[in-house]
T-cell receptor, first 115, second 115 residues
Framework: DTGVSQDPRHKITKRGQNVTFRCDPISEHNRLYWYRQTLGQGPEFLTYFQNEAQLEKSRLLSDRFSAERPKGSFSTLEIQRTEQGDSAMYLC?????????????FGPGTRLTVT | DQQVKQNSPSLSVQEGRISILNCDYTNSMFDYFLWYKKYPAEGPTFLISISSIKDKNEDGRFTVFLNKSAKHLSLHIVPSQPGDSAVYFCAASTILTGGGNKLTFGTGTQLKVEL
């Protein structure tokens, strides 16, 4: 059973450029989450999908951020017109409906550096 | 506002002794609490969880205690091993639309287990 995978692992971009990250959840997991982690902080919730439907978005997700999960499998997170404040680790997690203990399984993350 | 707090940024323990990691929360609506462990360059890994209606959950060397009146939980690791050296995050769960859940994380405690 492969875990959650994310691509790329590292991304360096110049301010103002657009970037897109990909997340492949565990195959039987129908719920997918995006979090952002900055230095010295814990991960912060960004958004949540159940199958292909985006059901929840945090106030942290500004208009420059968009996430999709076509066909309810992999997900992409796009950041348009990147700013230096977007530099962070972007984590993807997945879970299966009916999990009694609410745990989410995290990928290794994509580290974004905006110069 | 930090709803989940881990006030000790670091903890050092000798191998074989008990490690006690603490976490405080402010929101009474959290329904589940989880502990995650994170190694460098990896995503957080689920360790153990506890329902808000329980006061103790044990899994091998790991035990989580919940004191609802004090809004406090702790993770005990006995005996501590060098491989336990990692950052430990406390997380609190709230239910989302469709049955998914949002995790609110603390800032983490770096545990170092010394020989």
């Amino acid at each position: 059973d492969t875990g959650v995978s994310q691509d790329p692992r590292h991304k360096i971009t110049k301010r103002g450029q657009n970037v897109t990250f990909r997340c492949d959840p565990i195959s039987e997991h129908n719920r997918l989450y995006w979090y952002r982690q900055t230095l010295g902080q814990g991960p912060e919730f960004l958004t949540y999908f159940q199958n292909e439907a985006q059901l929840e978005k945090s106030r942290l997700l500004s208009d420059r951020f968009s996430a999709e999960r076509p066909k309810g499998s992999f997900s992409t997170l796009e950041i348009q017109r990147t700013e230096q404040g977007d530099s962070a680790m972007y984590l993807c997690a997945s879970s299966r409906a009916g999990t009694a203990t609410y745990e989410q399984y995290f990928g290794p993350g994509t580290r974004l550096t905006v110069t | 506002d930090q709803q989940v707090k881990q006030n000790s940024p670091s903890l050092s323990v000798q191998e074989g002794r008990i490690s006690i990691l603490n976490c405080d929360y402010t929101n009474s609506m959290f329904d589940y609490f989880l502990w995650y462990k994170k190694y460098p360059a990896e995503g957080p890994t689920f360790l153990i969880s506890i329902s808000s209606i329980k006061d103790k959950n044990e899994d091998g060397r790991f035990t989580v205690f919940l004191n609802k009146s004090a809004k406090h939980l702790s993770l005990h690791i006995v005996p501590s091993q060098p491989g336990d050296s990692a950052v430990y995050f406390c997380a609190a769960s709230t239910i989302l639309t469709g049955g998914g859940n949002k995790l609110t994380f603390g800032t983490g405690t770096q545990l170092k287990v010394e020989l």
